[in-house]
């Protein structure tokens, strides 16, 4: 099982960024999947969910309305669009796969000017 992460970095307060997150090894289709995150000093925090095929989604109270989560399940993918950003969104990201312990490595986004 593989949960490969890639996108994130350094953004404006205000800006945006986009989290893709590539599986393998299971049967994606079948798993609801989620992300992360975890910021310095802080508990890890559940940022938004998905059901597969993508039409149930939720999302912390702190996100809703600026992150969007979407996935392809025709190529293992989940994505997490993230608009207007702040700069308590500054944490390290997760994608996960629902009540299973697969993780993505991690992705660092920061948000700063």
């Known amino acids: 099982v593989q949960l490969v992460q890639s996108g994130g970095g350094l953004a404006q307060p205000g800006g945006s960024l986009t989290l893709t997150c590539s599986a393998s090894?299971?049967?994606?289709?079948?798993?609801?999947m989620r992300w992360y995150r975890r910021a310095p000093g802080k508990d890890r925090e559940m940022v938004a969910h998905i059901s597969p095929p993508g039409t149930t989604t939720r999302y912390a109270d702190s996100v809703k309305g600026r992150f969007t989560i979407s996935r392809d399940d025709a190529i293992n993918m989940v994505y997490l669009q993230m608009n207007n950003l702040k700069t308590e969104d500054t944490a390290t990201y997760y994608c996960?796969?629902?009540?299973?312990?697969?993780w993505g490595q991690g992705t660092q986004v920061t948000v700063s000017s």
């Open positions: 090894g299971f049967t994606f289709r079948t798993f609801p």
């Open positions: 996960n796969a629902f009540l299973q312990d697969y």
